[in-house]
């Protein structure tokens, strides 16, 4: 799975650790959905952490994306806009 972070680049994150990222996604949805700013934060936070962790794909390499994250600084309100029931990550 290949994942971009706005303003970052991509990563890719090996198929068995889908489950992984799927969880700390519904952390992050929830927070969201709740108004959670805080736990926004620290959700949101360990999703990129969760993603830089993988293979960093060289920034000459252009491959399409499963999965596109917003920038770091995102806000509450626009995390909102973004995420549906589904949270950011399909699946």
Same mark, same amino acid.
């Given at each position: 799975? !290949?994942?971009?972070?706005?303003?970052?680049?991509?990563?890719? &994150?090996?198929?068995?650790?889908?489950?992984? &990222?799927? *969880?700390?996604?519904? %952390?992050?949805?929830?927070?969201?959905?709740?108004? %959670?700013? @805080?736990?926004?934060?620290? *959700?949101?936070?360990?999703?990129?952490?969760?993603?830089?962790?993988?293979?960093?794909?060289?920034?000459? @390499?252009?491959?399409?994306?499963?999965?596109? &994250?917003?920038?770091?600084?995102?806000?509450?309100?626009?995390?909102? @806009? &973004?995420?549906?029931?589904?949270?950011? !990550?399909?699946?």
């Amino acid at each position: 799975m !290949i994942v971009r972070i706005m303003g970052e680049g991509q990563w890719k &994150l090996a198929d068995d650790k889908l489950d992984q &990222l799927n *969880a700390v996604d519904t %952390d992050l949805e929830k927070a969201v959905s709740s108004g %959670d700013e @805080e736990g926004f934060r620290t *959700a949101f936070g360990a999703l990129l952490e969760f993603v830089r962790g993988g293979e960093r794909v060289p920034d000459n @390499e252009l491959h399409d994306s499963d999965a596109i &994250l917003p920038p770091g600084d995102s806000t509450l309100a626009e995390m909102r @806009e &973004l995420i549906s029931g589904d949270g950011l !990550i399909a699946g």
